[in-house]
């Protein structure tokens, strides 16, 4: 428990306006996290915006000295350059950090974690500087990584010879900026009139993409080595590593993947099934329609059709899923959060 204020459960979320801080905050209230406050913090130019939190009206306020003041959470949803500037502050004022926007684990300063992979994969152990402890930030990783983490694990039930996995990302992934782009893009198009392309670079309306546009920042290509360099030092040997490939789609919301497997023999398609159950993954019967980007809006687990034997290869499987992209990697957070107070009322 944070020191200096053992019975406080104040929350702050950075990047309050951000689509993920806007979920993380649905998130906390839906689960009912014992929050004595939520705290919205973001950007200046954010600051004064009118919304609520727990049912009641508050603002965004903007980020200062003293923002992290008696907050025993404080969760990091905004942009990197936020986090960078700000997470050390909250550290020091006596919070633990929890960062979504993953520029912490890639530099080595905070653990990732994924609470449902726990009984197979549990998060590496903090590192100690000269044998000492010190205050441990935790990273939640992205709606990919925890995706290709959970396939990673769930499939290694049966000792695969090779995982590949075809990610399909929305345009939420870029936060508002994306959404806007497809919606005027697809208006534009529809209306022949030109496009704008600021956030992509090209036209991801009506459109699948290997590829952005040169202007676009990230690349696709630096967003996949990211993704695959989080994945492998996340399974850290403990897994095998799927192969990672992305294709953008022009769609609003929702992670969409396909995955496939081939093992030394033909796998036992019930017990693959089971394995995913295990990790809480929910997947669809026989009779049931497969999961799509809009079935699972709302939902906070990954989603699998019904596991598929290749019709041409006997020892190979296929799989289909979809996860609310905001859902998933937000409500990773809160229940790292959760993990955490259990393990201080346990102590």
Not at 42 to 71: C, Q, W, Y
Request: glycine share 6%; charged share 20%.
């Amino acid at each position: 428990m944070p020191s200096g204020f053992p019975n406080s459960n104040r929350v702050a979320i950075v990047g309050a306006s951000s689509l993920r801080g806007q979920e993380l905050k649905l998130v906390l209230e839906e689960r009912n996290f014992p929050a004595d406050e939520i705290i919205l913090l973001d950007a200046s130019v954010m600051a004064g915006t009118l919304t609520e939190a727990g049912g009641e009206p508050t603002f965004i306020r903007e980020l200062e000295e003293d923002s992290f003041d008696k907050v025993r959470f404080a969760f990091f949803a905004g942009i990197a350059a936020d986090t960078e500037r700000n997470w050390q502050a909250a550290q020091a004022a006596g919070a633990t950090v929890i960062d979504l926007t993953g520029v912490l684990a890639a530099s080595g300063k905070a653990i990732a974690w994924i609470p449902s992979l726990t009984s197979l994969i549990p998060p590496k152990p903090a590192a100690r500087a000269n044998g000492s402890p010190h205050k441990i930030a935790y990273s939640s990783p992205a709606s990919p990584v925890v995706i290709a983490c959970t396939l990673a694990a769930g499939l290694g039930a049966l000792a695969p010879r090779t995982i590949a996995a075809m990610l399909f990302p929305p345009v939420s992934e870029r936060d508002q900026a994306g959404i806007d782009e497809l919606e005027t893009q697809t208006t534009n198009l529809l209306s022949f009139r030109p496009i704008e392309q600021a956030i992509f670079d090209t036209q991801v309306a009506f459109n699948l993409l290997s590829r952005y546009g040169g202007e676009s920042k990230p690349s696709l290509e630096s967003t996949r080595a990211a993704i695959a360099r989080d994945v492998v030092q996340y399974l850290g040997g403990r897994a095998p590593v799927p192969a990672i490939q992305l294709v953008q789609t022009p769609v609003f919301y929702g992670y969409a993947f396909a995955a496939y497997a081939e093992f030394a023999a033909p796998p036992a398609l019930e017990q693959l099934a089971a394995a995913f159950r295990n990790l809480g993954v929910k997947i669809a019967g026989p009779e049931d329609p497969a999961p799509t980007n809009i079935s699972v809006a709302g939902e906070s687990e990954i989603q699998l059709a019904p596991i598929q034997a290749d019709p041409n290869v006997a020892a190979g499987a296929w799989l289909w899923g979809v996860a609310d992209n905001l859902r998933l990697a937000t409500t990773n957070a809160v229940r790292i959060a959760e993990e955490l107070l259990a393990k201080a009322a346990a102590a």
